[in-house]
């Protein structure tokens, strides 16, 4: 054989070969399949060192072998004699047997299934030796090595976090403020804490957090929302910041959700922070206000009654009237907004006593026209009469009635436009009481007077 296998003669070995066979003996094709592949590696530099090899090989096996025959013997025994006990699985051996009948090539690069880990993959080493670390710290079992442990998980908090592995790094960041909040942490092992609590405050840490999955499984989402906390005002002020420019739907659920979990104390100064931002940064985030525990929307909603805007002002009007419902509350709040010197604020209050359209709502419209609240607008004391007149209560049609009678001898234009107004209000009520207040103002001078003044002129 040109490879020189066994360093016999090619005539020889087809010899013995063609021996066995006539003989009804079967030669094990695996053996054929060896032949034929050493046969075709020969030739060439990798040809020339395999005959080498094999020559050194065989030459112990075959010394002193006469005129061949002892090689013969040897060859025959190899193909005849040979047993075959074959423990691989079928499945297992045609494997082998398709890979033995192919031609050698360079391996292709290997394939690792996602259930381990890709040790090729520098992210993914650090992220599970973070995970050692954690482990550690998590048992208080890092003894002498606890800062350079917390060391490694503030380097690797990104990767753990692209990689989903939230509960890995929590562990981390309780360990870290279990060192803060220690009597005598140890210098490095206070920088080290205090370094991990930064790395959480990074830009693109937050919004790793908050660029989460819709369908993100409940107990991760839990653990998504304790390290934002973790974040403190830098994640309120980038969740607030960013609001406005998410598209409806999961994005900004996902938004509330991590702020309405987050700490009073850091929400209450992210939002002051924003407020000092500018009014558009703010007023992108106000929808969020009645989305918030209700401690805190009362304590941002009353600071921002104060605010310069009056678009800012209406909807802080708006949430404390909503999300307080302790006794007298809503009354303080409509009283303070009908007070307020823009007009928009005045209108948008009447709005919500008409949603409201009870007892108080009533007496607060009825003051309103009665003047109670400064220089009220004409308009708007006006556009008071018809709220109560959409009223359907006993008590709207007492408020109305209290208009009519008010205003006493004046005879001013606005003031009989007032008593006009409401007279219009009573005529489609037609109730008993109702009819004897009209007839009764029908009999005043001031009806006279409005006959005079406001009726020609309209």
Not at 22 to 46: C, F, W
Not at 118 to 145: K, M, N, Q, T, Y
Not at 224 to 241: C, D, K, M, Q
Not at 356 to 382: I, K
Request: glycine share 8%; hydrophobic share 45%; with cysteine.
């Amino acid at each position: 054989m040109s490879s020189g296998v066994w360093l016999l003669p090619e005539e020889l070995v087809l010899e013995v070969l063609g021996d066995v066979g006539q003989a009804g003996q079967q030669i094990p094709h695996q053996m054929m399949t060896l032949l034929s592949k050493l046969r075709g590696l020969g030739g060439g530099e990798k040809g020339a060192a395999l005959e080498g090899q094999a020559r050194h090989d065989a030459e112990p096996a075959l010394a002193g072998a006469p005129g061949g025959e002892a090689a013969r013997g040897i060859l025959r025994e190899m193909f005849t004699n040979r047993v075959d006990t074959d423990p691989n699985p079928l499945a297992y051996q045609r494997l082998l047997e398709k890979i033995s009948s192919e031609q050698a090539s360079i391996a292709a690069p290997v394939s690792i299934p996602p259930s381990y880990r890709d040790p090729r993959d520098s992210e993914d080493r650090r992220a599970a030796a973070a995970s050692i670390a954690v482990r550690l710290l998590a048992d208080d079992a890092a003894g002498g090595e606890l800062p350079a442990l917390l060391d490694y998980v503030c380097g690797a908090a990104i990767e753990l976090l692209k990689g989903g592995r939230f509960a890995e790094l929590e562990e981390g960041v309780a360990a870290a403020r279990r060192v803060l909040q220690a009597e005598q942490p140890g210098e490095e092992a206070k920088k080290a804490a205090e370094a991990l609590m930064a790395q959480l405050r990074r830009p693109d840490v937050i919004d790793l957090l908050l660029d989460a999955p819709e369908n993100e499984a409940a107990q991760q989402a839990s653990e998504r929302a304790t390290l934002f906390a973790a974040t403190g005002s830098e994640g309120i002020l980038r969740a607030l910041s960013s609001f406005s420019a998410l598209p409806s739907g999961g994005r900004r659920k996902q938004h509330v959700r991590l702020l309405a979990a987050a700490e009073a104390e850091p929400l209450l100064e992210g939002f002051g922070r924003l407020a000092e931002e500018g009014t558009e940064a703010l007023r992108g985030a106000l929808p969020l206000l009645r989305r918030l525990p209700v401690r805190e929307a009362i304590v941002i909603g009353r600071r921002l009654t104060l605010h310069e805007d009056a678009e800012i002002r209406m909807e802080a009007y708006r949430t404390l009237a909503e999300v307080d419902r302790r006794d007298g509350a809503f009354e303080r709040y409509i009283e303070s907004a009908l007070w307020d010197a823009e007009l928009r604020v005045s209108a948008f209050t009447l709005e919500l006593l008409k949603r409201r359209a009870d007892e108080a709502a009533c007496a607060m419209l009825s003051r309103y026209v009665g003047g109670e609240f400064g220089l009220a607008q004409h308009e708007l004391r006006l556009r008071a009469i018809a709220v109560l007149s959409e009223f359907p209560s006993a008590a709207a049609r007492d408020a109305l009635i209290n208009v009519l009678h008010s205003g006493g001898l004046s005879f001013r234009k606005n003031e009989l436009g007032l008593r006009v107004a409401a007279e219009r209000a009573l005529l489609r009520r037609k109730d008993a009481v109702s009819v004897k207040a009209l007839r009764r103002w029908q009999r005043s001078p001031a009806y006279w007077a409005s006959l005079l003044v406001v009726r020609r002129s309209a």
